[in-house]
């Protein structure tokens, strides 16, 4: 059984979601995460001459700056091998040390699940 496959239907949506965010912004991550009410928030990768961040950290940010008090669970679509450890601490923050991340590649496959913590 592949990751994917057994994820829930609330994590199998902000897979999606992080790689719709992907697609259609032309970026090299997406990435959504799910807060305490269900809410989620979707972003790409921020990469301005005078600001740059990941699409994990600024989906964190979005969810701060909407009054999310903690996230129930994370991911993102990317390229990379494994999660960085600024995207997990930025998770960690807001959601505790426990709190899923999905990594998937750019197929939507998820590759790794690591705890924020």
Do not use: H, Q, W
Request: net charge negative; charged share 25%.
């Amino acid at each position: 059984m592949t990751e994917s496959a057994a994820l829930g239907p609330e994590d199998r949506k902000i897979v999606t979601l992080a790689r719709s965010a992907r697609a259609r912004n032309g970026v090299p991550e997406g990435a959504a995460v799910r807060d305490e009410t269900g809410r989620t928030y979707v972003a790409g990768t921020v990469a301005l001459d005078s600001l740059r961040l990941s699409a994990l950290r600024t989906a964190v940010a979005m969810a701060v700056a909407s009054g999310a008090e903690s996230l129930e669970a994370a991911a993102v679509v990317s390229g990379a091998e494994k999660v960085s450890d600024e995207d997990l601490a930025a998770v960690r923050d807001l959601g505790g040390a426990g709190t899923p991340v999905f990594l998937a590649g750019p197929d939507g496959e998820v590759r790794v699940r690591a705890e924020a913590g």
